[in-house]
């Protein structure tokens, strides 16, 4: 965008004077102020204007005045009094108030005489402000500085001018910070100076092997602090100076000498000597005033002795400390030693502080996170010189500071070094690693093979790492050592024989190699395997959060979890930015915090139920830097604000769904699907589980509570009906408390009648805990208690079953074959498999015209578009074929039009349910071949695949959750896809692959053929024909 060659000039009164970057509000008289309403009016947008300062003196600085400042116009307030006013010559009093905002500066090229301006103004009829031509002056001109010394290079006296400017600029912030009362002026002088800090004054900033872009840029940016410090803080000495008039010339002077200084370096120069100055006016003015006020309250004489006895204390420490090191002359070289970190010697003796600076010290030296803390250690060391020890002098940037040192220094840093010898890596490298990890996984987790089978794989891998580093740091040590290796192989040169001489060989290096005792040992820097991205996805209670806790008691590491659902800000993520008020680390760096280790496992936990995108951000964007193993080496937190290594972390997701996972988010993970589990294992699991920890939590052994075989497994099918095992833990907690509650009411009833207790099934010797059955030895009283659970007690325990078998009760389907009644296979929402019966009814039209009312398909059941068209493909190939199913008499004839025209009614039960995906083709044709032809499938065939219009039966998803499904309904003969053939192979278990009976079709023929039974609905071209019964 080209910048303006004229601009409309607007004089400032005297002393004002506007700098670039600063922002002022200026009186107007009547006059300008309705020129400059004019211009507003003019103008769309804001209007730019050139700021030019009036002159006391026109020919003694006839140049100074030719320099202005290019600013926008904010806002312009008019005044109270109306427009009658003015007309009766009330004008003079009438004043504006606008807001300027500075730009940068300009240079006029015509002549402004600002007296003459004001007469045209006073004189013309409509308000208008005179227009000139400007220039913008260049701000970086390497031989146009009269004061510099050519025979100093620019880079130098520019470096030594940014040291000499943030010097001064910074006694002038602190001591304006020190006297203000209000602390948000305090909070933005320790703003300001935090800027200064990060100016680049060393010569390697300057000094650069591209020219001199960068340095022209440190130059050009120093400068702009230089208006922006002398344009805000000037105003304040002024207000300070004791010199009335004089002391406001003085001030205006500099400003106007500052603003027609264009060239960088020498305007530096200036605003170093004006803002030294300015410090020596301000320590005059507080030495009178200290001088003045010597009444303080009792909060201050309060302090300053709190203060003085801390100082006392201090110089007490270090006496001693002295004197010490004098009596041991060893120990004075490493007394004397300072660096950065050190305190200053008026600071109070923190113990926290301490322990942020020892570990900063701990961190390598030259390291990332180290530059960073210790950048921030010394921005705290200046607040606390400033305000006094405490954090900051109770400053907020103060707290925000030592907050961040905090978070910071805890986190396990890969650099830190360590005061301990570094512990053993669990029993990684031993020989019995892979029994111990394959034993702690049995016995947390029954079944899921294919799980620990993945899992050993990787520990496999992390173990023959681990070796090759071990390998690597004992040929590194021993080149270390390469001197005494070099003699002791001379002393064994003589040898004749080989083998003696390997063996020699081999003592005398496990006899060279170092000893570490007593060294302060640096971290290994591991090579080690990245960790895998592990994505768990099943039904509810199938054991995804327990696995992810045995995987890290398997590997000895710490295991952190964090629960991610409803999560829907993109800061729980990365972290809030420290300018926000109670700002803090994301999700992941608290669990490294936690953890203490860079290689945690942690549980990323609901996945699938991460908030969306919103206005707070993407948390699901957030997560594709964390669970990319390319990128989450550098891992960004917006608070600590420097890369973390994540590629050591074990992470683990788990989800229901995948449906709701995005796409770049799930091709990152490895999944792993645990589809449930079948009645044998969840019997394996009640039995070595779920009914030691129901026991251990009521308080109970197992010799209270015992199970029989029948009464387990009818808990387990009757009284649940889910792919995990919570119902069920549920439901044998149930059982159990009963129990309890029998067990308590059988010791108060002992205690109360004072009896003597028989025992029967136990020896003599043992407790009243230990008892199979409890009897008193009491006319009226027979076994009071009984620790056996049996099947026939189960109905007054847990009450009426809720499922007999499958959604219909078993009872219902044994009444009989039912027409135009299919059960087909399906995936509920939480991933568990069950059946659902596809009902179809004959709905009457009414009609006996045959005039072509009638063959309408209605389908209910909260269907989606999806099943919806499974119904329409459905109804289309059975009008297509109803003459070859012996439906109709001639091929071209609709079997559901004619003298009594039909209408068909299509029903899933559970309406409050929604229902969709490409799975129930097979189940509608078969259900409307039913009706039609008046055939029945028996109730114990259930089926599932999607078919075209061909009448091909395409493979289907879910196999093994809508087997294991149909095998707890107690289907005996499932009719499936024969592309789905494989996954029963590999996913369905032996025992109910032998329990069931599996058919694979590839067509329609094939599918009714196999739930109607063999010859049941003949073909027009087979003998044995089925005539339609409609």
């Known amino acids: 965008m080209s910048r303006p060659t004229k601009l409309a000039i607007l004089p400032l009164p005297y002393p004002i004077v506007l700098l670039p970057a600063s922002r002022i509000t200026v009186p107007l008289s009547a006059e300008v102020g309705e020129a400059l309403l004019a211009l507003f009016e003019a103008n769309e947008s804001l209007p730019v204007i050139a700021a030019v300062p009036a002159a006391v003196d026109t020919s003694a600085n006839a140049s100074a005045v030719q320099y202005g400042t290019a600013a926008r116009v904010l806002r312009l307030v008019k005044p109270p009094l109306g427009r009658s006013a003015l007309d009766s010559g009330d004008r003079q009093s009438r004043v504006y108030l606008a807001s300027l905002h500075g730009l940068t500066r300009v240079c006029l090229e015509e002549r402004y005489d600002y007296e003459k301006a004001m007469k045209i103004a006073l004189n013309s009829t409509t308000p208008k402000l005179l227009t000139r031509k400007i220039s913008y002056p260049s701000s970086f001109q390497l031989r146009d500085s009269s004061d510099s010394n050519p025979n100093v290079p620019v880079q130098v006296q520019a470096r030594e001018s940014i040291i000499k400017f943030k010097a001064a600029a910074l006694r002038v912030l602190q001591h304006m910070a020190q006297s203000s009362q209000q602390q948000a002026r305090k909070d933005a002088f320790y703003k300001i100076a935090a800027m200064l800090e990060e100016l680049k004054d060393d010569a390697e900033g300057l000094e650069l092997e591209d020219g001199r872009n960068i340095a022209r840029d440190n130059l050009d940016r120093a400068a702009w602090m230089a208006d922006v410090l002398v344009g805000s803080v000037l105003g304040q000495g002024m207000r300070t100076s004791p010199s009335g008039n004089e002391g406001e010339n003085e001030d205006w002077t500099d400003k106007l000498t500052l603003l027609s200084t264009s060239n960088s370096l020498s305007r530096l120069q200036l605003a170093t000597m004006i803002l030294t100055k300015l410090h020596t006016k301000l320590e005059v003015t507080s030495r009178i005033a200290n001088a003045v006020d010597e009444s303080l309250s009792k909060q201050q004489k309060e302090f300053f002795l709190r203060q003085q006895l801390r100082a006392i204390e201090k110089e007490l420490k270090e006496l001693q400390q002295s004197s010490s090191a004098s009596g041991n002359p060893n120990s004075s070289n490493g007394n004397t030693r300072h660096n950065d970190l050190d305190l200053d010697s008026n600071e109070s003796d923190d113990t926290e502080l301490m322990d942020i600076r020892r570990k900063l010290e701990a961190m390598e030296p030259g390291s990332e996170e180290r530059k960073a803390g210790v950048r921030e250690w010394r921005r705290l060391k200046r607040l606390m010189g400033a305000g006094g020890a405490g954090g900051g002098g109770g400053s907020v940037e103060g ?40 034993a702690q996984l049995d016995s947390d987790h029954y079944g899921l093979d294919k799980v620990k089978k993945r899992l050993i794989e990787y520990l496999a891998v992390v173990k023959l790492k681990e070796l090759a580093e071990l390998a690597e740091e004992r040929r590194l040590a021993l080149e270390n050592q390469k001197p005494e290796v070099t003699e002791a192989l001379e002393d064994v040169s003589g040898a004749a024989d080989h083998d003696d001489r390997e063996k020699e060989l081999q003592v005398v290096l496990r006899q060279a190699q170092p000893t570490v005792e007593n060294r302060p040992a640096r971290v290994r820097k591991s090579k080690g395997v990245k960790g895998p991205i592990l994505l768990f996805v099943g039904p509810p209670g199938t054991g995804k959060t327990s696995l992810g806790q045995s995987i890290a008691r398997a590997l000895g590491r710490p295991f952190q979890r964090i629960s991610l659902g409803g999560v829907r800000d993109e800061a729980e993520i990365r972290g809030h930015r420290r300018t926000y008020v109670a700002s803090g680390p994301g ?43 390319e990128q989450n080496c550098n ?14 972390v074990l992470f683990i997701c788990t989800a229901n769904t995948l449906e709701t996972i995005s796409a770049p988010l799930l091709d990152r993970c490895e999944v792993v699907v645990l589809p449930g589990y079948t009645y044998d294992e969840k019997l394996h699991i009640a039995r070595r589980f779920l009914l030691p920890k129901q026991l251990k939590t009521n308080g109970l052994t197992q010799e209270h509570v015992k199970f029989t075989e029948e009464a387990l497994k009818a808990v387990a099918t009757r009284y649940t009906r889910e792919a995990g095992v919570r119902t069920l833990e549920r439901s044998i907690g149930s059982v159990v408390r009963f129990k309890a509650v029998e067990w308590a009411e059988c010791l108060d009833a002992i205690e109360a009648q004072e009896g003597k207790i028989s025992v029967n099934e136990a020896s003599p010797h043992s407790t009243s805990t230990d008892l199979s059955v409890i009897n008193l030895e009491h006319p009226t009283k027979t076994a009071l208690y009984k620790p056996l659970v049996q099947e026939s007690e189960l109905e007054a325990i847990l009450g009426i079953a809720r499922w007999d078998d499958g959604d219909e009760s078993l009872a ?121 032809t008046g055939a029945c499938v028996p109730t114990d065939v259930a089926m599932t695949g999607e078919i075209t219009l061909r009448g091909r039966v395409t493979p289907v998803g879910g196999i093994k959750e809508k087997v294991l ?38 067509d329609l023929q094939e599918a009714l053929e196999a739930a109607f039974g063999k010859g049941v609905i003949g073909w027009r071209s087979q003998l044995n024909m089925l005539e339609s019964r409609l």
């Open 399 to 438: 707290g925000v500071i030592r907050g961040w040192l905090e978070w910071f220094t805890a986190l396990p840093w890969p650099s830190v070094t360590q005061t301990s010898p570094i512990p053993s890596k669990s029993s990684i490298t031993t020989s019995s690693f892979f029994a111990e990890a394959r």
């Open 587 to 629: 999700l992941i760096v608290q669990a490294l915090r936690k953890a203490g280790r860079p290689d945690f496992v942690c549980l990323l936990d609901e996945i699938d139920k991460i908030g969306a995108s919103n206005f707070h951000g993407d948390p699901g964007a957030a997560l594709l830097e964390v669970l990319d193993p």
């Open 635 to 648: 891992f960004n937190d917006h608070y600590i604000n420097v890369p973390i290594d994540l590629s050591q």
């Open 812 to 932: 219902e389907r044994n009444r009989g074959s039912r027409r135009g009644v299919v059960y087909g296979l399906v995936v509920m929402g939480q991933g568990e498999g069950g059946i659902l019966p596809v009902e179809t009814i004959v709905v009457p039209t009414g009609n006996k015209s045959g005039n072509g009312e009638g063959g309408r398909l209605r389908l209910t059941g909260s269907l989606g578009d999806v099943i919806k068209e499974s119904g329409e493909l459905a109804l289309s190939w059975v009008k297509t074929h109803a003459y070859d199913l012996g439906i109709t008499t001639s091929p071209f004839h609709d079997p559901l039009k004619g003298p009594n025209s039909i209408d068909i009614h299509l029903h899933l039960p559970a309406g409050a349910q929604k229902k969709d995906g490409p799975s129930a083709g097979v189940a509608m044709t078969c259900a409307l071949v039913s009706l039609l």
């Open 965 to 1002: 499904g149909a095998h707890r309904a107690q289907i005996r003969k499932v009719i499936l896809p024969y592309a789905n053939r494989k996954d029963v192979e590999h996913d369905v278990a032996l025992e109910i692959r032998n329990a069931m009976e599996f058919v694979f079709v590839r």
